[in-house]
């Protein structure tokens, strides 16, 4: 007995934890059970047939979160057989037999290396009427050649590498993630050609270390020639990446950004310390000299570029000076957003044996400290741009108040989000469309423009957006079954079977 209707096709719905990659790892997820014949369960259907958890294991609470989660899918299964769950992702690749052991009622588990095995593992596991878990220790096929359902008519991932060779002490990604492996930069352009083919405006291109991007072929300058190379794609309006390290940026990145027209003036640079003492502990292969040394380069060649980052308080062994420290880089570097995080202990890191480990109280109120410190600079890096012409990707889901407020939102090339008034062009204006409008509010966060937008553009990725397309880059799905209702023949137009 299954929860579809005879004759219809399989439902399914993808919860989503954790990083950008995980984000596009669950659009190849989407891709795959399309192509294999399910469809897209409804936002408000609270019994899809197929439930799929793709998950993080950054965080501290990540078991808990998922555990907790599975645990309130399970009185809704138990009432309508023949629904699946699957648990995929980093926590998957670390929990292993694990999941089904504390879950029994998960159906499939699989790891970071495998997605394109999901449609087999689940119709393997509904003949079987057992769980399936396949985990994998390397890639048995780079994930980009799968097929994939955008979430975004003007905005895409592109995985140009997987997987890490850094040994950063507090990271649990490379022993999930393995090695790095990079695309061949032939690959890496096509689809981005075939997502510009499609009307989207923006790609954004992922790896765990992005400027490392070559090591395995051997080319050092690779990611900056990148860069360039998308420089010439004709539609392609906006290009940026996430996320480098810095022991791995080097100079001609810095003139490739400012050199390619659309490459967007912004970087996201994770810090982590501004204490060269913890960067040791942390084994992260730069000291804070050299940081804002790139950022001085950066800010030399594009005077206008916004900087992000990441900062982690509270590391094993850090002092009340170490944290100063990191304070003093955060006001030299006027970043214009921060992503702050209070360590996290992760089983499996060599950061969780060692001495040193802070009390909560401590870290929360270093952490406290820093977003105040972080925030005052954030708004005084904004109220500089008051009065100054912003061009806005529109989008959707930016803007939290926006029904309330009348307003819609998007971001700058820089990165910045900015909720605007539409005016007289209410109604007229959709996601994918292009605005220029004037700043003139600004808050730590982000920016309004209040009044008339001087101009509005429309795009192919509206158009989509308006129709309701998403797009969808192809892959190879050789052998997996698919389900439901088979496709239709289509009517013979020649030969001998026409007669």
Not at 3 to 17: E, I, K
Not at 160 to 172: E, K, L, P
Not at 259 to 274: D, F, I, K, W, Y
Request: charged letters at 25%.
């Amino acid at each position: 007995m299954t929860t579809a209707a005879a004759g219809s096709p399989r439902t399914y719905q993808v919860r989503t934890y954790g990083c950008q990659m995980n984000v596009h790892d669950s659009e190849r997820i989407s891709g795959l059970l399309e192509q294999a014949g399910y469809v897209r369960a409804a936002e408000a259907d609270e019994q899809p047939d197929v439930v799929v958890f793709n998950t993080c294991a950054v965080r501290e609470n990540a078991d808990n979160r998922l555990y907790g989660n599975l645990g309130h899918l399970r009185p809704v299964k138990d009432k309508h057989p023949g629904m699946q769950i699957a648990v995929g992702g980093c926590l998957a690749q670390k929990d292993r037999g694990d999941i089904v052991r504390k879950a029994p009622w998960v159906d499939v588990v699989f790891g970071t290396h495998n997605i394109g095995s999901l449609p087999v593992l689940l119709e393997r596991a509904r003949h079987n009427t057992a769980a399936e878990v396949e985990i994998l220790e390397s890639l048995d096929v780079f994930p980009s050649t799968l097929p994939t359902r955008r979430e975004s008519t003007y905005a895409g991932w592109v995985s140009i590498s997987v997987g890490c060779n850094n040994t950063c002490t507090f990271c649990i990604v490379p022993s999930l993630r393995g090695k790095e492996k990079d695309r061949r930069p032939g690959d890496i352009l096509s689809e981005v050609r075939a997502l510009v083919d499609e009307g989207v405006l923006e790609v954004t291109l992922l790896g765990q270390n992005v400027n490392s991007y070559g090591v395995e072929f051997g080319d050092r300058y690779a990611f900056g020639k990148l860069l360039r190379a998308c420089g010439d794609i004709e539609g392609l309006e906006r290009v940026r990446f996430t996320s480098p390290h810095p022991k791995d940026f080097t100079d001609d990145v810095i003139a490739a950004m400012a050199e390619t027209a659309n490459v967007c003036h912004s970087l996201h640079m994770p810090l982590q310390s501004g204490s060269d003492e913890v960067l040791r502990a942390m084994r992260r292969s730069y000291r804070s000299e050299k940081y804002l040394g790139i950022i001085e380069k950066v800010r030399a060649a594009m005077p206008d570029a916004a900087i992000t980052t990441d900062i982690i308080v509270g590391f094993p062994g850090e002092t009340d000076a170490d944290f100063e420290k990191t304070l003093d880089v955060v006001r030299e570097a006027r970043f214009s957003s921060a992503f702050t995080f209070q360590y996290s202990k992760r089983p499996g890191t060599p950061a969780a044996t060692m001495d040193g480990q802070l009390p909560k109280q401590v870290v929360q109120e270093r952490y406290e400290r820093l977003i105040a410190t972080v925030e005052e600079i954030t708004w005084a890096e904004n109220r500089k741009l008051v009065g100054e012409t912003v061009e806005v990707l529109v989008a959707v889901g930016e803007g939290r108040k926006d029904e309330r407020t009348g307003r819609l939102s998007g971001r700058a090339r820089d990165g910045r989000l900015v909720h605007f008034d539409a005016g007289s062009l209410a109604g007229q204006i959709r996601p994918g469309d292009i605005v220029h409008t004037t700043v003139t509010y600004a808050a730590p966060h982000h920016l309004n423009a209040d009044g008339e937008p001087l101009s509005h553009r429309r795009t192919r990725a509206g158009d989509a957006a308006e129709a309701g397309r998403a797009p969808r880059t192809p892959g190879v799905l050789l052998g997996l079954p698919t389900i439901g209702a088979p496709a239709a023949v289509p009517a013979p137009t020649g030969g001998c079977a026409a007669r």
